[in-house]
């Protein structure tokens, strides 16, 4: 059974001070296992580089004050849509685009459904004909996790040198 939680929903342009460290802060606690991989270690500029795009958002779960886990992402630009490289072909041709960049929650919240709660509220008001992510292929149960929230797989990628194998998975937002 999920904790008592809230949800806060940001948007680009009005980020409270502190909000960039609350996120690396959320995400040295989920990954402390894998903190020496450099690629993990980057994580404060891949919130720089997403909370700064065009349209940007982010929701935060707390339980109370403390920040339990959080999803953002942002609207692909035309053209900049790097699951193209994959044999997905929406069914209309062009399809708007917002990426998940993160899902992620802090290990003593896990498996209690706040995972869920942030990824919809991340996405119930989108306009988008898609929603876009990534997740590492050694982690099966994620991938899994995220087919039964309406994904699919259409491809692999490794979008850095130094980053992990990602699966592509796409899910149609409105049908």
Not at 33 to 55: I, K
Not at 63 to 92: K, V
Not at 146 to 152: A, D, I, K
Request: with cysteine.
């Amino acid at each position: 059974m999920t904790r008592v939680i809230h949800l806060r929903h940001y948007g680009e342009g009005g980020l409270p001070e502190g909000f960039k460290q609350m996120l690396i802060d959320v995400h040295a606690d989920s990954y402390a296992h894998a903190m020496d991989d450099e690629f993990n270690q980057r994580f404060p500029w891949f919130v720089d580089h997403w909370s700064g795009m065009d349209g940007f958002t982010c929701v935060v779960a707390f339980e109370g004050d403390e920040p339990t886990g959080f999803a953002y992402g942002a609207p692909l630009q035309p053209g900049r849509e790097w699951w193209r490289s994959t044999e997905f072909q929406p069914n209309n041709g062009y399809a708007a685009t917002y990426a998940v960049s993160e899902v992620m929650v802090r290990p003593q919240w896990r498996k209690q459904g706040i995972s869920d709660h942030l990824h919809e509220a991340l996405l119930e008001e989108r306009s988008e004909d898609i929603a876009v992510l990534l997740v590492d292929v050694t982690h099966p149960k994620v991938q899994e996790l995220y087919e039964t929230w309406g994904y699919e797989k259409v491809g692999e990628q490794r979008p850095f040198a130094d980053s992990p194998l990602y699966a592509v998975m796409v899910k149609k937002l409105h049908t």
